[in-house]
């Protein structure tokens, strides 16, 4: 019988043993962060608000007529989500071999490690959403409407999406070492390929059209703006499209979990 079925019950029972562990660490990580710095969370809101104001400065240079109101929340919107699913996966990169000692000394499912960081990120990120809508609201205010209650299953469905690439990418550094170094690069290409603050209609352009089509953070960026800014519901291939891309993942990380969690003690 293998580390991922044991007597003791399922892998995700066993691993919901560890819940509070793994809140714990989340909690300890924020306040590692955070320790000993005089905004403290704050840092959460500045930091994508300043990005948002240089680029939209950029912008209002080289396109004058450009509505820069409109444009800034277009910007946070896509910065907001980038620095989710980027910081949760860039984090989680290196959990296992953070949690090493945990994993050392006690039969600890290794989920919980990456799952501690997508946390850690999903923390952060709430912060940083008090800023977008405090912007919201004194820069763009028509753009407040019945459909931010869609942020909740917003929220749900990047969380389905960025999890499991969270695990795959955590288990593959531990396999290949390598893997850290070109994830970075990978994040920078998918950064640019998606309209994370270009216009979104660059995409739509003969050469980018069908990686579009494909590409779940386009998907996602889409949806999240249909609601906030637009005004109107998201279009249900927005929604589906990173759901199907989720379940890939997780069918993908459950794969690599069975076959590397009996000997990741040793990887490490």
């Given at each position: 019988m293998t580390y991922i079925l044991e007597d003791e019950g399922s892998y995700w029972e066993r691993a919901w043993q560890f819940r509070h562990l793994c809140l714990n660490l989340v909690a300890s990580d924020l306040r590692g962060?955070?320790?000993?710095?005089?905004?403290?969370?704050?840092?959460?809101?500045?930091?994508?608000?300043?990005?948002?104001?240089?680029?939209?400065?950029?912008?209002?240079?080289?396109?004058?007529?450009?509505?820069?109101?409109?444009?800034?929340?277009?910007?946070?919107?896509?910065?907001?989500?980038?620095?989710l699913f980027s910081n949760g996966v860039l984090i989680s990169a290196t959990s296992l071999e953070s949690g090493g000692p945990y994993l050392r000394s006690a039969r600890i499912p290794a989920i919980i490690f990456p799952v501690r960081a997508m946390l850690h990120a999903v923390a952060v990120n709430l912060l940083g959403l008090v800023g977008l809508l405090a912007w919201t609201l004194v820069i763009y205010p028509h753009a407040l409407s019945v459909h931010w209650l869609f942020f909740p299953i917003y929220y749900a469905v990047v969380l389905y999406f960025a999890t499991p690439v969270a695990v795959v990418c955590a288990l593959l550094t531990i396999k290949f070492r390598d893997f850290q170094n070109m994830l970075v690069l990978l994040l920078q290409l998918l950064w640019f390929l998606s309209p994370v603050f270009m216009a979104r209609f660059i995409f739509d352009a003969p050469g980018l059209r069908a990686f579009a089509a494909f590409n779940p953070i386009n998907?996602?960026?889409?949806?999240?703006?249909?609601?906030?800014?637009?005004?109107?519901?998201?279009?249900?291939?927005?929604?589906?499209?990173?759901?199907?891309?989720?379940?890939?993942?997780?069918?993908?990380?459950?794969?690599?979990?069975?076959?590397?969690?009996?000997?990741?003690?040793f990887d490490l």
């Open positions: 962060r955070f320790r000993r710095t005089y905004l403290g969370g704050g840092w959460a809101i500045l930091q994508p608000l300043v990005f948002t104001a240089i680029m939209v400065v950029v912008f209002a240079q080289l396109t004058p007529t450009t509505p820069w109101r409109e444009l800034s929340v277009y910007i946070y919107t896509g910065t907001t989500l980038w620095d998907s996602l960026c889409d949806l999240l703006r249909a609601f906030f800014i637009y005004g109107s519901w998201p279009a249900l291939y927005d929604v589906l499209q990173p759901i199907a891309w989720g379940t890939l993942f997780w069918l993908l990380s459950w794969r690599l979990l069975q076959r590397s969690e009996p000997s990741l003690v």
